[in-house]
């Protein structure tokens, strides 16, 4: 079974969400969208249709999205089959979250690492 095969998306706490997004609009050039992140299409050699996306998005400082990590920080992780992703986790006693959430935008599931970080596996939908 493939586990990781690459990075959905990064997300992280800002005191000020917008301004930081304006920030990196205006000195770096990342296309930050009303929404409040952006998503880098993907492209190259081996996938000239550019099909997947690595999301980038600040969160509110104050967010629950995170929790029960500490972190500042969550990473998204890209993943083939996520329920089954998720039993191997369980069946290797990682710390998985019993909820997972299905929608339009793919299947998404939590562990915890070592370090306490909540880390995000995500399916993204067929053709994505």
Request: charged fraction near 25%; include cysteine; charge should be negative.
């Amino acid at each position: 079974m493939k586990r990781v095969t690459g990075i959905g998306g990064i997300f992280f706490k800002s005191q000020d969400p917008q301004a930081l997004g304006a920030w990196y609009r205006e000195h770096l050039g990342i296309d930050v969208q009303e929404w409040g992140g952006a998503a880098f299409r993907w492209n190259g050699d081996d996938n000239p249709s550019g099909s997947g996306t690595t999301v980038w998005s600040p969160f509110k400082q104050d967010t629950s999205y995170f929790l029960p990590s500490q972190a500042s920080f969550m990473v998204n992780y890209r993943v083939d089959d996520l329920h089954a992703l998720l039993a191997a986790l369980r069946a290797e006693g990682c710390q998985v979250d019993d909820k997972v959430e299905e929608s339009e935008y793919g299947k998404f599931g939590w562990v915890i690492d070592l370090d306490g970080n909540k880390v995000e596996l995500w399916q993204p939908p067929a053709g994505q």
